[in-house]
Every structure is written in C-alpha cells, then in structure tokens.
C-alpha cells in the first residue's frame, strides 16, 4: 500500500472508531476583517457537533488585493488522503486564476504552494480520485484539473456542458460523496428557470460524467437559497448561506430531495470576518465501520426536520402513547424515542398539526433513515433497536 492510500485508510479507521460526533467536521475560508487594514484570509476547521472553530492555516492573501478582488480565496477543496487543502485565487475582472495548495493535516501546516494558472473561474471546487473538480462559474462547463509529480498543475480539462451551452451556474458551491457523487447548489443563469436555484448530482465515475445530470430541487431563493456545501463523514450534507457574516448558520440538506431542512448549527466566526466556502474535511469511506446499518427491530429514536409552517405538533405512537408535544418552527428539528422494551416506538408513529395527520412506519418494514421526507416532515438521524444509526435512504453499511 502507498503512503496516500495509508494516510487514507488509517484517517477512515480512526474516523470510525470516535464518537460520531467526530465525523461532523467540515472546513471553510474565513475573510478576516477589513479594516483598519485587510487581513490575510485564514482555512478553518469547524467542528458541527461542538459549533468550535479554529485556525489551521493562512492562506497569504488578503480579499482586496488585485488577484481576489472583492471575491477573496474561493474553490476551497480537500485531499483527505494527503491531507493537502486546495484554494484559488480569483481577479475581480481581468487576470489569472491560480491554483494553491496548503498541507493542513496533520499540524502545524506546510508554506502555501503556487500549483499553475486555471482555465476557469472555479468559485466551486471538491476533490475526488486524485483531481480537483470544479464547475467554471457563469458557464456549465464541468473541468477537471489534473497534478503533475512535484504537484503542479499538469492539466485543466473541460469534461462537458452540464445543461447545454445556453444555461449557466452562478455558484454556490460543489461537494462529492465517497462513491464519487458530485452535489452542486446554484442560481440558474439562462433558461426557463433563469435566478432559481438548483440542486443536482453528477457522478465523477461515469465514462461521461456530464450525461448524468440529475436536478435534486429547482425552487425560488426564498425557499432554497443558494448554498455553500459539504459532506461530514458520516454522510451528512451540510448546507452554509454563500457569503453569510460573523456568525454563520449551517443548516441540513436532503440528498434525497435537495430541500434545505433543519438547523444543524451555528459557526462562529473567530477572525472578525465574513465567512464564506466549505469543503468537506473527513475521508468518506465507503462503508465506514459502525457508522450506521439498516433498521432492525423497529425504530427506537427518530430526529426529524419540520419543513412546514411553524406550528404546534403532537407526536403518538401506534397505541395512542404521546412521545412529543410542542410548536415547532419552520426549519427546526425536534426528537422523540419510544415507550416499549429497548424505547421501541412500535409499527408507526403519527405526527399531526391539528387535523392534519402524517404517519411515518417504524417498523423497519420499509425503508427508513436520514433523508427519508414524508408530508412535511423529513427524517435527519434515528436509530433502531438491534442496529443503532440508520443509514441514510440509499445506503447501506454493514455492522
């Protein structure tokens, strides 16, 4: 085994074996404050689970400088395996994009490295299968940048259009799961659909990637705004509000329906300055360990998003048993566990809002786990009583 696919199986083993908590970690680019004078703008790690951050780099760039612009560093992206942070710097107008790359784990970090010019403007970027990805912003154009040896850039490769020529992305950000999966979050530009936003899916691992479009959600910004995205290791998808200020709110994204869901938490900015991009942090292995299963033995705990109007919601089980009672707002999350043996909550539980009654089966009888929306209610996490974390809908791990 070489020593990338080392650091990576030692990374997703280690992963495996903490609390899932640690999974949750995502990185982002902290602006820095402008004034009295512009501060260099820092990579910072944020733990989801304990809404911390800290400092795990300076990029060297400050956002007024004449090759960022108002736009700063931007098209943050990951190597879990070689644990190497990737970022661009992007003109406001005229110029050269150039590509950066920065060792970050483990620390101290390495100096900031000038990789080569870009083709595109890459306000999105991820990494997967030893290539920084990212979609040319304005256009649909979907590139690929390959490295040499000594880790420059050996080429900057335009995959394929996305939508057709005559539609572009205004970016929002791009992410990839561990099955090579790409996300996206965008205004549309062009098009029937020009100023909505879109969440869509390409898969990196097809012989044509840009054939594989698929269209999660198209919808007005006042019910999705356009988003910066990343993937906790344990499969969560992060949605953060491109450009958002000193404090930032992290919300949850359906990967099944590409609806913003439930508040996960709120990031604190520990530069006095906007915070904008994130990028995924933790390796997503494949199967990791422990980190879920399908359901076994009924759900006995179920976390769940209210994607309706704020409203006062009473939750039963089958036999009539009261598990929650309380208003819940718009966007917010709210918990509940069951009143049989192992806190089971029996075949189904009912969720009403007055009148209105939504039945969600716990009975593992049919598929259940995070992503999963019935009505307005979309599952976050749960588990059940003889496998623990459920998966989410569309995977399956092995105990």
């Not at 083993?13 to 908590?21: C, M, Q, Y």
């Not at 566990?337 to 969720?351: A, M, Q, R, W």
Request: hydrophobic residues 40%; aromatic residues 8%; glycine residues 12%.
């Amino acid at each position: 085994m070489n020593k990338k696919l080392l650091h990576f199986a030692v990374t997703c083993l280690l992963l495996t074996a903490v609390a899932p908590a640690n999974a949750a970690k995502l990185l982002g680019i902290d602006f820095g404050p402008m004034e009295p004078v512009p501060d260099t703008a820092k990579i910072v790690l944020f733990d989801t689970a304990l809404g911390t951050s800290e400092v795990v780099a300076d990029t060297g760039f400050t956002r007024d400088e004449p090759a960022n612009g108002q736009y700063g560093p931007n098209g943050l992206a990951y190597d879990a395996a070689t644990g190497v942070a990737y970022f661009a710097a992007i003109p406001n107008g005229a110029g050269s994009r150039t590509l950066h790359s920065v060792a970050i784990d483990p620390q101290p970090a390495g100096a900031v490295e000038h990789l080569g010019i870009l083709a595109g403007t890459p306000f999105n970027a991820t990494f997967f299968d030893g290539q920084y990805w990212y979609i040319d912003n304005g256009t649909d154009d979907l590139r690929a940048v390959s490295f040499n040896a000594d880790g420059s850039i050996a080429l900057d490769t335009k995959i394929g259009d996305l939508k057709g020529d005559a539609v572009g992305f205004r970016f929002g950000d791009v992410t990839v799961n561990s099955e090579g999966l790409l996300y996206g979050s965008a205004d549309i530009k062009g098009g029937p659909d020009d100023g909505k936003v879109v969440l869509f899916t390409v898969d990196l691992t097809d012989p044509d990637p840009a054939s594989t479009y698929t269209e999660l959600s198209v919808s007005p910004t006042s019910l999705n705004p356009k988003m910066q995205i990343a993937f906790g290791g344990d499969g969560t998808l992060f949605g953060h509000a491109s450009g958002g200020g000193s404090t930032s709110i992290l919300y949850y994204v359906s990967i099944v329906s590409g609806q913003v869901g439930a508040r996960a938490e709120v990031l604190t900015d520990i530069d006095g300055g906007p915070f904008t991009d994130v990028a995924s942090f933790n390796p997503l292995c494949d199967c990791p360990p422990r980190a879920c299963a399908e359901c076994d033995g009924q759900v006995n705990h179920l976390r769940l998003a209210n994607n309706g109007p704020t409203a006062f919601i009473e939750v039963r089980q089958h036999d009539g048993t009261i598990v929650f009672s309380g208003s819940v707002e718009n966007g917010a999350a709210f918990s509940f566990e069951g009143t049989g043996d192992n806190n089971k909550l029996g075949p189904k539980v009912i969720v009403a809002v007055g009148d209105e009654e939504t039945e969600i089966h716990t009975s593992c009888s049919v598929p259940i786990g995070p992503g999963l929306i019935v009505g307005n209610f979309e599952v976050l996490a749960g588990t059940s009583a003889n496998n623990g974390n459920l998966c989410p809908i569309g995977q399956s791990c092995p105990n």
